[in-house]
């Protein structure tokens, strides 16, 4: 499986940017994709998850209200929207995606074991 990111860049607080995970190659018809990020000198934190084939979507409590993860499976793409930026948001931030049976498993965020390279966001 590869995951690409792309859409980061720089904006000015209050803005918004949009973020897409384009994946290929998978090998098993049920996924959880997630969005991380990681600031300098911060660890890894969880941005947002969606299952792949079911209604099932997490929020990290620090973007609630302003981010929206969503799911195109005919192009097999993830799409963060970003809206209200703060500066706190500024961070790298990574897809990834594991094979699951169930949504449930969504929110285990240390078992995500495939990764895009990342794309900058910065917020000033």
């Known amino acids: 499986v590869q995951l690409v990111e792309s859409g980061g860049g720089s904006v000015q607080a209050g803005g918004s940017l949009r973020l897409s995970c384009a994946a290929s190659g998978f090998t098993h018809s049920t996924n959880c994709t997630a969005w991380f990020r990681r600031a300098p000198g911060k660890r890894r934190e969880e941005v947002a998850a969606?299952?792949?084939?079911?209604?099932?979507?997490v929020y990290a409590d620090s973007v609630k209200g302003r981010f929206i993860i969503s799911l195109d499976n005919a192009r097999n793409t993830v799409t963060l929207q970003m809206n209200n930026l703060k500066p706190e948001d500024t961070a790298m931030y990574y897809c990834?995606?594991?094979?699951?049976?169930?949504?449930?498993?969504?929110?285990?965020?240390?078992?995500?074991?495939?990764w895009g390279q990342g794309t900058q966001v910065t917020v000033s």
């Open positions: 990834a995606t594991m094979a699951v049976i169930s949504g449930r498993w969504c929110a285990s965020w240390t078992s995500y074991n495939v």
């Open positions: 969606a299952y792949t084939a079911g209604d099932f979507i």
